[in-house]
């Protein structure tokens, strides 16, 4: 079965600093991998996915996420904080075959400070 | 922009009740979600559907739970008797394309409280 791990339950940033969230893999088969954010009572709104095209993948809000196999990550980053950036960001892992279901990793709360 | 649109925003029930959350997916898609998130722990999965009926549907998702397409727009969950544990948020999704690489665009969800 296919899963996501999301190392650090939260992670507090200063604002202007890099923004760096964790992802690790576990797959059998090539993953197809999405980064969602959620802000405070709202739904969750794709970032990034990543499906084979390129390593590097670029999304919205400046943030990018990089594939690499040999350590199974996808982990999120971005150059410089906002304070608006203050959300719970999601990796989730698309099931092959079915109904394409996501599985979601436990979320990483990012707190920006002053 | 397109958007999947949910009611109500919050429903309070009595233990035992039935419970109807609707949602209205992006209008071409094709593929449809349910999801559950209960406070402070992570998305869950309950169930997809395609072509008027349930292509995969998780451990969660027993008797006590069903999903209709009435009509050309809605996309109900219902939960016949409901328990204290059922208190979630419940995320509607709707993709349009089969593969596994599509984005599923997600609702504001639904908040459920079960007294």
């Known amino acids: 079965a296919q899963s996501v791990t999301q190392l650090g339950s939260h992670v507090s940033v200063s604002e202007g600093a890099l923004v760096l969230l964790r992802c690790n893999y576990s797959?059998?088969?090539?993953?197809?991998l999405f980064w969602y954010v959620q802000y405070p009572n709202q739904g969750l709104q794709l970032l990034l996915k990543y499906t084979s095209a390129a390593t590097l993948v670029k999304g919205i809000n400046g943030f990018e996420a990089e594939f690499k196999k040999s350590e199974t990550s996808f982990h999120l980053t971005k150059p410089s904080a906002h304070m608006s950036d203050a959300a719970e960001y999601f990796c989730?892992?698309?099931?092959?075959?079915?109904?394409?279901?996501?599985?979601f990793g436990t979320g990483t709360q990012l707190k920006v400070e002053l | 922009e397109p958007e999947v649109t949910q009611t109500p925003s919050h429903q309070v029930t009595q233990m035992g009740q039935e419970v109807i959350l609707r949602c209205v997916p992006i209008s071409n898609h094709l593929y449809f979600y349910w999801y559950r998130q209960i406070l402070g722990q992570k998305v869950e999965f309950l169930v997809s559907f395609y072509n008027n009926e349930i292509s995969e549907k998780s451990e969660i998702f027993d008797d006590q739970f069903s999903v209709e397409r009435p009509d050309g727009s809605n996309f109900t969950l219902k939960i016949r008797s409901t328990k204290l544990e059922d208190s979630a948020m419940y995320f509607c999704?709707?993709?349009?394309?089969?593969?596994?690489?599509?984005?599923?665009?997600f609702g504001p969800g639904t908040r459920l409280t079960v007294l």
């Open positions: 989730a892992v698309s099931t092959t075959g079915g109904g394409n279901k996501l599985t």
């Open positions: 999704a709707s993709k349009s394309d089969r593969g596994s690489t599509d984005t599923q665009y």
């Open positions: 797959s059998s088969v090539p993953p197809y």
